[in-house]
């Protein structure tokens, strides 16, 4: 039995002989189910959030990455979805059905 730890910086005990768990596999964009919506914060600030996405980490932080650059804005990829600050609702789907998204 031994320790390691993981790249979310907590410690994961290991078993010999035990199955790990399997990382969750992204979806091919065509059967990827995104909803692009707006949502309003405190302070009157709006944020375009992407909802749906069964992808990676790395591919979701990819994913953003290329968002952002293509918006040319800032946002975050969370476990929930992508949040770009600002209103790009239609930039975004755009983007998005160019890479073979059927995004709503």
């Known amino acids: 039995m031994g320790k390691k730890l993981t790249k979310g910086r907590r410690w994961e005990v290991i078993r010999p002989g035990e199955p790990r768990a399997e990382e969750p596999k992204s979806l091919p ?3 990827q189910r995104v909803k ?3 949502e309003k914060r405190k302070g009157g600030r709006v944020m375009t959030v992407l909802d749906g996405l069964v992808l990676t980490p790395e591919d979701r932080r990819f994913l953003a990455r290329e968002l952002k650059d293509h918006c040319g804005t800032g946002g975050s990829a969370g476990k ?6 600002g209103e790009h609702r239609d930039a975004v789907a755009a983007f998005l059905r160019d890479r073979g998204y059927p995004a709503r």
């Open 29 to 31: 964009p065509a059967e």
């Open 36 to 38: 692009v919506r707006l």
């Open 80 to 85: 929930a979805g992508i949040e770009l600050q």
